[in-house]
């Protein structure tokens, strides 16, 4: 079927397979490779992207429920080579270790942030309650957002 | 699977149900995990998530209309059903994640009919009707209750969706909240949960005027309890009376053990659930009558 998809500001014209997922779409037609295959059964949050600025699992969207739809994924999140000050803070906090959960959590917090400049730690557990970190212990996941959220509102 | 339609129209997307004896897909959030790997998707599927005329909410008159493709996050931030369905918006927010109720829809829930969906016992407590709809038998409204027919089973006929979900607006100064256990405070399915509706006579507001008990995961379907309210119908606001509430909750129960929980643990939780959420209900300041 025919879909028409904005990805990270570009316009596609796509040919896909009815079957295909978003998240197969991004990673093998279009080698965006941050968003990750976890689980396949939107529990893991490894494969979250920004649909029309909602954060959802990438693996329970058919492609073609995308269509006419504005995805960014994390390649997207940072600007002419400058890092997000999430990406920034999440580097420096020490809140990346193996990387994996990172793109979706990432996102995710992108999304909380751009409704909520000020959230509390309750609210910034609420809001990546759906990604899954077998690394951190989300300390530091919740300090690099925290962090984040402070430098974006001082900008 | 050999289609996926996307129709902009509600008239579009029935013609096309019928035409190709489909399946219609939502959030996606219950279909696509349920067809392993997509291994076993229906062969034609019809997206209703373009249907803008399946999403609102709207008041009218004593009744609350839900369109049944309105995403759980679109009900949570809802100032009507904070409002008026508090039990409703807190059973959304309990409902997986994030990511999940950006896509997840209250019209799927039903649909889906899990004896566990965390919006079935509120929809209940509101006698929640639904209103079906088909290319070739037009409209027609059932109770939630009938709708209702067993794990995963529903009064449905082929060629029919679910337009939208009435809720009927709770008696004047009936308070109301939803309360469950699973086993992670997130992203878990329900082992017991209730939605339950108080209201209070009086000055001294110690008599229990009318009484609203539904329960979910702990029968084949989420299910209200018409005679344990009765029972407990103008009686006097105490402590025991509260406790036999939750015995008679745990009396009208039918648990299954599964994987996650035991039934006896089932049984002991779901009367646990009950009185806490009515002693929060009773100790809760006034809300605003409207």
């Known amino acids: 079927m025919d879909i028409q998809i904005k990805v990270n500001g570009i316009n596609h014209h796509l040919q896909v397979e009815p079957s295909t997922t978003l998240l197969d779409l991004l ?37 073609g429920q995308a269509d006419g739809c504005e995805v960014k994924t994390i390649e997207g999140l940072s600007r002419r080579g400058e890092l997000h000050p999430l990406q920034q803070a999440f580097l420096e906090t020490g809140a990346v270790q193996c990387g994996y959960c990172i793109p979706g959590t990432i996102l995710s917090a992108a999304a909380l942030l751009e409704k909520n400049n000020r959230p509390t730690d309750h609210e910034i557990r609420k809001a990546l309650a759906g990604n899954i970190c077998r690394c951190t212990g989300y300390t530091k996941i919740i300090e690099a957002v925290r962090s984040a959220a402070e430098e974006l509102r001082n900008v | 699977m050999n289609h996926l339609y996307n129709p902009r129209t509600l008239p579009e997307a029935l013609s096309i ?32 998530t373009k249907v803008k005329e399946l999403q609102f909410i709207r008041e009218a008159g004593s009744w609350i209309e839900i369109g049944a493709c309105t995403t759980l996050s679109r009900i949570i931030d809802a100032p009507l059903l904070q409002k008026k369905a508090p039990s409703l918006v807190q059973a959304c927010s309990l409902i997986g994640s994030v990511q999940t109720r950006n896509r997840a829809t209250i019209g799927g829930n039903a649909a889906n009919a899990s004896p566990a969906g965390d919006t079935l016992p509120p929809l209940l407590i509101h006698d929640t009707q639904v209103a079906l709809i088909s290319a070739a038998g037009g409209e027609r409204m059932i109770l939630l209750t009938d709708y209702l027919q067993g794990p995963g089973r529903t009064n449905q006929h082929q060629g029919e969706i679910i337009r939208y979900l009435r809720l009927r607006k709770l008696p004047r100064g009936m308070r109301s909240a939803f309360q469950r256990v699973g086993n992670r405070s997130g992203m878990a399915v329900s082992v017991a949960s209730t939605a339950v509706g108080l209201l209070l006579r009086g000055e001294t507001r110690d008599e229990i005027q009318e009484l609203r008990i539904a329960l979910g995961a702990v029968a084949p379907s989420a299910v209200r309890l018409p005679a344990a309210e009765r029972k407990l119908q103008g009686r006097e606001l105490t402590r025991e009376n509260l406790e036999r509430a939750g015995a008679l909750a745990e009396h009208h129960s039918a648990p299954i053990a599964d994987v996650r929980a035991s ?19 009773s100790r809760a300041s006034d809300q605003e009558e409207d």
Do not use: F, H, W
Not at chain 1, 36 to 42: A, P
Not at chain 1, 51 to 61: F, K, Q, S, T, Y
């Open chain 1, 27 to 63: 990673r093998e037609e279009m080698g965006l490779t941050g968003a990750k295959d976890g689980c396949g059964e939107g529990e893991c949050g490894a494969c979250t992207v920004l649909l029309d600025g909602d954060a959802v699992n990438a693996c329970l969207i058919l492609a």
């Open chain 2, 17 to 48: 149900l019928a035409e190709t004896q489909g399946v219609v897909i939502a959030g996606g959030t219950d279909l696509i995990p349920q067809s392993r790997n997509r291994q076993s998707l229906p062969r034609e599927l019809v997206n209703l």
């Open chain 2, 263 to 281: 039934e006896n643990y089932r049984r002991r939780i779901t009367r646990e659930l009950v009185v806490r959420t009515l002693q929060g209900l």
